[in-house]
C-alpha cells in the first residue's frame, strides 16, 4: 500500500532522488547504488510524465514538482494498492489532465486506487464509485455514472450548493497599490524569478494572477509581503513606500498576506487555535496589557466569535492545536485572522487549495463581498475556472 499525503512527507534537505529511494535504497555490500535508482526513478518519470529534477533539493522545488516526487515514490515501490489523498491540491489544469491520465493508466494495468478529492469534476472524470463523508459520518456510495454533480455536492454539504458566485463588474477607485520595476532572485537558483515586472492594484478590484506553478508568482508574492527582499524595484501601498518596510508595518499599514503553504507560513502547528488567530495582533492593547501579558480571557472571546463567524470545526474549540485540524479548517483560520483586520490589499496565494465545495462557495462569496466594500485584492491562482470566474482583471506570468 502506497500513500500520498495532502501535506507531503518528504526530507527539504534531501534531493529528489534521495526522497524517493529512501527505505528501499539499493546497495551493495553496504554501498549506495544510485545509478541504477536513478535510471529506475527516470524510465518511470518518462512513463508516466512526472518530469522532475533528481538533483533537486526538495526545499528548493515548486510544489507541483513535490507532488510529482511523492508520486513516484510510490511508483518506485511497485505499491499494488494506491492512495491519493487530494493530490490535485497543489497541480495546474494540465498537470491535473495529466494525473487523471496517469490514474486511469494504473487503473488499467489492475492497481487499486483509493482517491479522495472534494473537487467533483474529477471525482466524476476518474472514479468508478465515490463514498460520501461529512462531518465524520458516512453518508453512502454511488456509481458515478448514475449522478450528477449537484447530487453529490448535496450529499457532501448537506444541503444544494450554488456554484455561480454573484459578482458585480468592478468599478475600480483610486490606486491602491503600485508596483515598478520590480525584481526578485529565485531561491533555488539564484537566478531572477521575478524580472522587471509593474502593476497597478486599484480599489474595489480583483486582479488574478496566472500561470503553471513554479513561473515567479510566488517569489511575486514574497516580494510584496516582505518575506523576500528586492534586487531592484519598489512598491508604494497608499502612497508610502513600503519596499523597505518590515512585515509587521506592511500588516499594520494595511496589507494582508494568505500564503500558498499554510503549514509553512501561515500557521504555528503547535500552537492552539486562539493563538494562531491572534498572531498578527497579539500586541495590541485588547489582547496584551500595558505590561506586557496577554490578556487570555479578550483572546478567547475574539477566537470564538471568529470560529462561529467563518464555521471553523475543531475538537475542542479555540483550545484545539491547529495541527489537529483539516486543511480546509486550518485555511479559514488564516482567512478569518487576516480579514478581521480590515486590510487595504489583501494578497490571496491559492486560497482555495484543498478546500471542500461548499467552503469554496463561502471564500468566493467573501472575495466578491470584500472587492464591492472597495478592497484590492490580488489572487494568485492555477485553477482556470477560480480566474475567470473571480476577476476583474488578469495577469500572466
Given at each position: 500500500?502506497?500513500?500520498?499525503?495532502?501535506?507531503?512527507?518528504?526530507?527539504?534537505?534531501?534531493?529528489?532522488?534521495?526522497?524517493?529511494?529512501?527505505?528501499?535504497?539499493?546497495?551493495?555490500?553496504?554501498?549506495?547504488?544510485k545509478k541504477e535508482a536513478r535510471e529506475k526513478v527516470m524510465a518511470l518519470s518518462e512513463k508516466y510524465g512526472l518530469h522532475v529534477d533528481p538533483d533537486a533539493k526538495i526545499e528548493d522545488i515548486t510544489v507541483g514538482m513535490?507532488?510529482?516526487?511523492?508520486?513516484?515514490?510510490?511508483?518506485?515501490?511497485?505499491?499494488?494498492?494506491?492512495?491519493?489523498?487530494?493530490?490535485?491540491?497543489?497541480?495546474?489544469?494540465?498537470?491535473?489532465?495529466?494525473?487523471?491520465?496517469?490514474?486511469?493508466?494504473?487503473?488499467?494495468?489492475?492497481?487499486?486506487?483509493?482517491?479522495?478529492?472534494h473537487k467533483l469534476n474529477e471525482i466524476m472524470e476518474v472514479a468508478d464509485r465515490c463514498s460520501v463523508l461529512r462531518k465524520g459520518k458516512y453518508i453512502g456510495t454511488v456509481n458515478?455514472?448514475?449522478?450528477?454533480?449537484?447530487?453529490?455536492?448535496?450529499?457532501?454539504?448537506?444541503?444544494?450548493?450554488?456554484?455561480?458566485?454573484?459578482?458585480?463588474?468592478a468599478e475600480p477607485g483610486e490606486v491602491v497599490l503600485e508596483v515598478s520595476h520590480m525584481t526578485v532572485a529565485s531561491k533555488a537558483h539564484g537566478k531572477k524569478a521575478v524580472k522587471d515586472v509593474s502593476f497597478q492594484v486599484r480599489r474595489g478590484e480583483i486582479v488574478c494572477i496566472a500561470g503553471i506553478d513554479g513561473n515567479g508568482q510566488?517569489?511575486?508574492?514574497?516580494?510584496?509581503?516582505?518575506?523576500?527582499?528586492?534586487?531592484?524595484?519598489?512598491?508604494?501601498?497608499?502612497?508610502?513606500?513600503?519596499?523597505?518596510?518590515?512585515?509587521?508595518?506592511?500588516?499594520?499599514?494595511?496589507?494582508?498576506?494568505?500564503?500558498?503553504?499554510?503549514?509553512?507560513?501561515?500557521l504555528v502547528l503547535d500552537y492552539s487555535l486562539e493563538y494562531n488567530i491572534i498572531l498578527q495582533t497579539y500586541f495590541e492593547s485588547r489582547f496584551t496589557d500595558k505590561i506586557g501579558f496577554l490578556r487570555r480571557k479578550?483572546?478567547?472571546?475574539?477566537?470564538?466569535?471568529?470560529?462561529?463567524?467563518?464555521?471553523?470545526?475543531?475538537g475542542q474549540g479555540a483550545v484545539t492545536t491547529a495541527r489537529a485540524m483539516s486543511g480546509g479548517n486550518q485555511q479559514k483560520v488564516i482567512i478569518g485572522r487576516w480579514l478581521a483586520n480590515a486590510p487595504d490589499v489583501l494578497i490571496l496565494d491559492e486560497p482555495t487549495r484543498g478546500i471542500?465545495?461548499?467552503?469554496?462557495?463561502?471564500?468566493?462569496?467573501?472575495?466578491?463581498?470584500l472587492a464591492k466594500q472597495g478592497k484590492s485584492i490580488i489572487m494568485i491562482s492555477s485553477e482556470m475556472p477560480e480566474l475567470l470566474g473571480m476577476s476583474d482583471r488578469v495577469m500572466v506570468m
Open positions: 500500500i502506497g500513500m500520498v499525503h495532502q501535506h507531503f512527507k518528504l526530507v527539504e534537505c534531501f534531493t529528489v532522488l534521495d526522497n524517493i529511494i529512501m527505505g528501499v535504497e539499493p546497495n551493495r555490500m553496504g554501498f549506495l547504488q513535490q507532488q510529482r516526487t511523492e508520486i513516484l515514490k510510490m511508483l518506485y515501490r511497485d505499491n499494488e494498492i494506491l492512495i491519493f489523498d487530494e493530490p490535485t491540491a497543489v497541480l495546474t489544469p494540465q498537470e491535473i489532465s495529466e494525473l487523471m491520465q496517469i490514474m486511469k493508466n494504473l487503473a488499467a494495468e489492475g492497481k487499486s486506487i483509493l482517491f479522495i478529492s458515478t455514472a448514475d449522478v450528477t454533480m449537484e447530487d453529490l455536492s448535496s450529499m457532501m454539504v448537506g444541503r444544494n450548493v450554488n456554484f455561480h458566485v454573484n459578482k458585480k463588474d510566488s517569489e511575486l508574492v514574497y516580494g510584496l509581503t516582505g518575506l523576500e527582499p528586492l534586487e531592484s524595484g519598489t512598491i508604494r501601498l497608499n502612497g508610502e513606500d513600503i519596499t523597505k518596510a518590515s512585515i509587521r508595518h506592511r500588516s499594520v499599514s494595511g496589507m494582508s498576506h494568505i500564503p500558498e503553504d499554510r503549514h509553512k507560513h501561515g479578550n483572546i478567547r472571546e475574539y477566537a470564538n466569535g471568529l470560529i462561529e463567524q467563518y464555521d471553523v470545526r475543531s471542500d465545495v461548499g467552503a469554496k462557495y463561502e471564500i468566493y462569496c467573501i472575495i466578491a463581498d
